[in-house]
C-alpha cells in the first residue's frame, strides 16, 4: 500500500507528473472554468468607480424608455378603445363624458356610484396593458429576442 504512493503516477487532467524526487518542481499555475480565481472579497460600497461610488443591483438605466413606445402604443390603444362597441359608444367616448359629466360638479368628488370610477379603470387598465405589451415587443426586438 505505502509503495503505491512513493511511486510516480499522473493525475487525470492536470496533465503533469508528480515525483517525489529532491529536485525543486515548477509551479504550475492551473486554471478552470469550474474554479473560481483567488481574489479578495470587496466591499461593493466602498467601489468608487462603477456608478460613481454607488451601490446599485441592476444597471442604471433599466427602463430604458422610448418615446416610440409610448407614442404607437398610445395611438395603439385609443384605436380600438374608440370602436363603437358598448351600446354604439366607443369605451374613449364614455370615459370623456362622463369626465365631462363629473366636471360640471366640480368641487364635489364623483360619487362611488358614479359609472366613472368604471370608464376610467378599464380605459386605463388597456392602456398599461397596451403599453407594457408594446414596451415587451419594441424592446425584445431591438434586443433581437424575437
Sequence with gaps: MAATFASPSTVVGLGNTTSLSPTPAKKTCLSSGFLKSRVTARNPLRLGGASGGKFTCFERDWLRTDFNVIGF??????????????????????????????????????????????????????????????QIGFKGRTDDYF
Excluded at 366613472?116 to 408594446?134: K, P, Q
Design 73 to 134: 402604443g398610445l395611438i395603439g390603444w385609443i384605436a380600438p378603445s374608440s370602436i363603437p362597441a358598448i351600446n354604439g359608444k366607443s369605451l374613449t367616448g364614455l370615459f370623456f363624458e362622463s369626465i365631462g359629466t363629473e366636471l360640471a360638479h366640480f368641487p364635489s368628488p364623483p360619487p362611488l356610484t358614479s359609472q366613472f370610477w368604471l370608464w376610467m379603470v378599464l380605459w386605463h387598465l388597456g392602456l398599461f396593458i397596451t403599453l407594457t405589451f408594446g
